[in-house]
RNA sequence: AGAGAGGUGUCCGAGUGGUUUAAGGAGCACGCCUGGAACGCGUGUGUAGGGCAACCUACCGAGGGUUCGAAUCCCUUCCUCUCUGCCA
């Protein structure tokens, strides 16, 4: 959540940052409104309930030296038609006031550069160059026909459309990378975990996810339960409504999940193949630091990602998100993208975001400073997406008969093929 | 799923209608003691909001009710523990 306190204070710098990610401030003004309003509604309240509490006092007072009651209690009586008025006006402006704040995305970083779609995305490096193929190298749907890697057919038969099965050296793989990432996530600092799939609503609504993105999400039909889209929601909510030592902090963990979308508004979109399916494995990063940590966090996480496809050997670049394409929690994200000899283009493979104090606050999740409780930052990211990752390996190690090879680096974790 | 017990601050824990204005302890912070530390002693210390000082308000799992007054009584609901059942 953003900070309100802020808003009311530079309302000016709020809603120009805001309208980098395409807020429109006639919502802020909405929300500082609300904000004055509820102030007031407050503290009137508070004077009212004020001298009712000092006045039942005196009325037990009253009671045990056998005073007459009756004038104090039709006192009382008026003043608490009047607290239970004033107490049900002010929770109505706060309920709205939350449902309005919590609507809001976060602010961008100053960094951020301005843009409207991925378009204006600014790319920062590329690692690695794309090696030359002599054929002309196929995408990964007609490699996975020719290996029998895929069946569409039959993951559609046994949930719905966007599912799919691997067989044979693909299910291998898929083991094996989720295997390698998260070796290669310990060895970096991440502690492993491993947390339930599903989330009750309070925890979605810490990350962001709830209640305005609803629709994206698979929900347990009778409970207060969805499937989660991303290990981020478990993993940062671990530490929802705590406390931390400051000693404790960074916290930095790494989860192999499945992940589930319902990919409301992407309809038409990647419909061949895998890229885009309502199930997938990922293997997840998140962070918990101190505020002053967490862009020295952020950046080894970048690292972390584009290390790991250095080192199976894939391609990529990373790439800065502009305000337009920043997602509602994040303050900036990188995005590392993957070469797809196929598609010839770079895929998203990766998404690293700081969400500074946004899910924090949202969470109430801090830390001890001495003798103050702030919040703490938090930051997540994929290392990596492991579906994408598969096609990514299929594409870049194609031979010309339609055959692939392993990465070096994966063939320890596959030694039933070799 | 059934029966019983219970949810109080960072943690443990007392508290069955009015000095609870949440006892006490641990932890933490500061000070004394020390060559330095531990021990010991002293002081402070729940969270959030408003004034930003005194002070005021909300919060004892959540929501509702009774009452002049609720951590305390009633209802609903969630969660935890123990036993029974079921189960990988």
């Known amino acids: 959540m953003i900070d309100l306190k802020y808003i009311e204070k530079n309302f000016d710098e709020a809603a120009t940052k805001l309208a980098k990610k395409g807020v429109d401030s006639a919502l802020l003004d909405d929300l500082k409104e609300l904000f004055a309003k509820l102030k007031e509604a407050k503290a ?79 790319e920062i490096k590329k690692v690695l160059t794309p090696k030359e193929f002599s054929f002309t190298p196929k995408e990964h749907w007609d490699l996975a026909d020719k290996n029998g890697w895929i069946d569409f057919e039959r993951g559609v038969k046994l949930a719905k459309s966007r599912f799919a099965i691997l067989r044979n050296d693909a299910a291998k793989i898929e083991r094996a990378l989720i295997n390698f990432f998260l070796d290669f996530n310990t060895k970096n ?47 940062t909510n671990m530490f929802n409504d705590e406390i931390l030592a400051e000693s404790e902090l960074p916290l930095l963990m790494t989860a192999y999940t499945p992940c589930f979308r319902k990919e409301a508004g ?114 997540n990211g994929s290392a990596l997406a492991v579906g994408r990752t598969l096609i990514a390996i299929m594409e870049n190690y194609q031979n010309e008969d339609g055959s692939i090879d392993i990465p070096e680096v994966l063939k320890p974790y596959m030694e039933s093929r070799v």
Not at 319 to 338: H, K, W, Y
């Open 266 to 379: 992407s309809a038409g979109r990647d419909t061949r193949g895998i890229i885009r399916q309502h199930q997938f494995d990922k293997v997840e990063m998140v962070a918990i630091t101190i505020p002053e940590q967490s862009e020295e966090v952020f950046e080894k996480m970048v690292q972390n990602a584009s290390d790991i496809l250095t080192a199976l050997g894939l391609p990529h670049r990373l790439v800065e998100l502009c305000g337009g394409d920043l997602g509602f929690s994040a303050a900036r994200t990188i995005d590392l993208e993957v070469w797809l000899p196929g598609q010839n283009k770079y895929r998203e493979i990766s998404s690293v975001s700081n969400t500074r104090d946004f899910q924090a606050r949202r969470a109430k999740i801090r830390y001890k400073d001495g003798k103050k409780n702030k919040l703490a930052n938090t930051l």
């Open 44 to 122: 009137e309240f508070e004077n009212v309930r004020a001298e009712q509490k000092s006045l039942s006092k005196e009325f037990g007072a009253y009671k045990a030296q056998g005073k007459d009651v009756a004038e104090l209690k039709a006192k009382l009586d008026d003043l608490k038609e009047q607290a239970n008025k004033l107490s049900n006006i002010a929770d109505k402006l706060e309920k709205e006031l939350e449902q309005k704040a919590l609507n809001i995305p976060n602010f961008p970083d100053d960094v951020v550069p301005e843009g409207k779609s991925e378009d204006d995305n600014v």
């Open 189 to 235: 600092g991440f502690n492993e975990v491993c947390p339930p799939v599903l989330s009750n609503s309070k925890m979605l609504q810490g990350t962001g996810q709830l209640p305005k993105f609803e629709d994206d999400l698979f929900k347990i039909d009778g409970e207060d339960l969805y499937l989660i889209p991303t290990a981020e929601v478990p993993l």
